[in-house]
């Protein structure tokens, strides 16, 4: 007899079946985590403590087979609420704008790059040499159309973060019906280019077709899909470029989408006829230029978008600034105003103001820190703001561990 | 902190009924979620075993509704029920705020409309004679 050991043992299974329960936990949003991970996992320990001495472990077993699905069903419920709070964005709209940025900046290079080196590289020394082999072996094709491929599906998703800056700038952190639209469009566009490119790779490597004709299906079905998928990326693109140019963001990023789109889409739909204009080595690589057209406006779309779109519309005279489109954007209106730093003041105070509020509705609630690490506010500015505003009754102020949660009050409600 | 909450508690309504049980749960004492979790199986016999996500979740919500708060934290002397023990000590408590308060009782108060309808149609309690309910063998 050695109930010592065998309650040794016992605790070991429960904080065993605690220990993987926590490590499931993770399918939870990290906010829920946060704030509940230990006591859900403690809860959890208590049930199997109780139905290990109940019914043993045949009770463990029946419990874990009750929580599972639970959690399950319970984690998706979360990420749903999540989900729907960050305006239908897997992620804060700020992260999904940088994200988003990096796509674009990435995907605009690659398909850059494909471009030159296709067209106007390879092109233009096959015609000067007479030799058409360059890159035209089997892997050189499959290397060069997954190059594509990447490019496009990268870029698509980088419209992503057009749609957080705008969902982030937007008065109530919410999308708006053209910004909306526009995501869709962009997420199908993404979709298609994802989904033929995963296709055509896996097609390609397990049919064995990589080494004679790689990515041979996708003309096939090139109507079928490349169209529609260029289509729902230039519309993306338009949609999210008229609610970006209605949004408080800086002035960059309010006209460049639209920028680029005027100059992308019939530089696109013209980048064939340039093949007949003058010699032909001048033609090649002209149309790789013109070709490679769109996706330089997404990279530099992503680029502006990776400086800008956290930057403070309005000028931001003290604190510190995240990027250098801000810290710009900072000294331009208080030279040209040098009369006006009051009402600049005021309007500094109120674009702060209104980002704090909306930092705080997209998470629900904020620490100082928490609102410091979101906005452009330093941590004492967030404290001074933080205090006045629930000082005032216009926030609902919650300790919790000794540490002050400020939330909106109409959100709590 | 000086702004009066502006939700009505009937807009709430109904409560769920994983809602109504932690509130019930809670109506009297404020309890861990360990504790909410006895009291709710006790109370229904069993019949409502609240996982640690369903239950966690409701809390957060009703604490982000503010019908419910987490107490400063009861310090309590680590305790050995008999069955491996548990740290009370360590424990969040939660407790029902006066907007919580008046949220379940408003949910009661339907919920006893509910019943008084039932007794006027005469479906409740079961087995009392239905006014134009019969039974397969009574026609």
Redesign the interface.
Known sequence: MDPGGR?DG??RG?AGSERV?RALMRA?PQE?RR??AD??????G??C??E??SRGPTGVALLWA??LP??I???L??RAMLFRRNAYLPAAPGTVARWGALCALLGGSLGVAFHLIEYSLLGALGILTGDYSYGNGPFARFFAFSLLLGALSLSSLGLFGLYGAVVARSSEARPGLLAGAGAISSAAAAFLWLTISGYGAVHDLASGSVFFAPFEWLWNAGTLVIGPATLFWFLGLLLLGIAAASQPLPRRLRVLPLALFALIVPSYLQGGYLETVGSPVVSVIVTGFAQGLPFAGVAILGWVLLRDYDAEPLAVSDGPVESAGAAREATRPASRTAGGARSDTSGVERAKEKELLLAIRRH??LTVAGVALETSLSVEQADRMLSEL?G???L??????GTLFY?L????? | MGAKRRVDPEELLPLTPVALNILLALADEERHGYGIGLEVRERTGGKMRLGPGTLYGSLKRMVDGGLVEESEGRAEDETDDGRGGYDAGRRRYYRLTGFGERVLAAELARLEGVVRTAQAKGVFPPGSPGRGVSSPGEA
Request: charged fraction near 40%; avoid cysteine; aromatic fraction near 14%.
């Open positions: 309650r016992r605790d429960v329960y939870y829920v704030r509940y006591e859900m996992a403690k809860y959890f208590d049930l403590r109780e290990r001495l009750r929580a639970e959690l069903f319970t984690a419920q979360e629900g609630q629930a005032k009754g216009h609902e102020v919650r300790v919790e561990h939330s009050w109409e959100e709590r409600g």
